[in-house]
């Protein structure tokens, strides 16, 4: 633990290492969220066998902090979209998304929850769950094996390494506002383009109404 939290601008007389730790707020802050992540307990497809044999003991990424996944979106501190997203599930994923609280973070895992995968131009699949919600690490893979959800986890814990109390967003003096959660309608719609929606149907509906005009004429 010294090793991790010494901060190297101040050298520690030999005498007194191992007995005292000079370092920063940061460090400390971020060694205790990078070591005890308590990722959401639900799986998509095919992605979601693969995060659970991650958690046997063969691959047991327990070794990290991460063993306990909870049920309750209220205790976690990591999404793992393991899977496909379909049109009919992202509200749902959106809606667990802004019932974890600050500070939360969210692994794509698997080709599909990245970008789609071999069902990207299918009429019920979404292309890329980033397209509704934050995604701080991409895991590939059709199905990605256990090695490399424990390479993205590990990939997470530097990202938090880097952090400053300073500068992230749970922190801020600007409220968080939740993500809106898009609608299952005729198509998925999304809240935040709601106004380019309705300019795209004016546009079509004043060409409909011109086409029997010229017609007429």
Not at 11 to 25: C, K, N, R, S, Y
Not at 36 to 58: D, K, N, V, Y
């Amino acid at each position: 633990m010294n090793n991790q939290l010494n901060s190297t601008e101040y050298d520690i007389p030999p005498d007194m290492e191992g007995q005292v730790a000079i370092t920063t707020l940061d460090k400390v802050y971020n060694w205790s969220r990078r070591n005890s992540i308590w990722p959401m307990m639900f799986g998509l497809a095919c992605c979601g066998i693969e995060m659970i044999c991650a958690a046997t003991s063969r691959f047991d990424f327990s070794r990290f902090g991460m063993e306990v996944m909870r049920p309750s979106p209220r205790q976690s501190d990591l999404m793992i979209v393991s899977g496909t997203v379909t049109k009919k599930m992202i509200p749902q994923i959106v809606r667990l998304y802004n019932q974890m609280p600050e500070p939360k973070y969210v692994l794509a895992m698997g080709a599909c929850a990245s970008g789609g995968g071999p069902f990207k131009e299918g009429y019920s699949v979404v292309d890329g769950v980033d397209k509704f919600i934050p995604v701080d690490v991409y895991v590939p893979g059709c199905p990605p094996t256990p090695q490399a959800l424990l390479h993205g986890l590990i990939t997470l814990q530097k990202k938090i390494d880097h952090q400053s109390i300073k500068n992230v967003r749970w922190y801020s003096k600007e409220q968080l506002e939740p993500v809106p959660v898009p609608v299952l309608g005729p198509d998925l719609m999304d809240p935040r383009e709601y106004e380019l929606i309705k300019e795209i149907s004016a546009e079509k509906l004043a060409d409909e109404q011109q086409e029997p005009e010229a017609e007429q004429a």
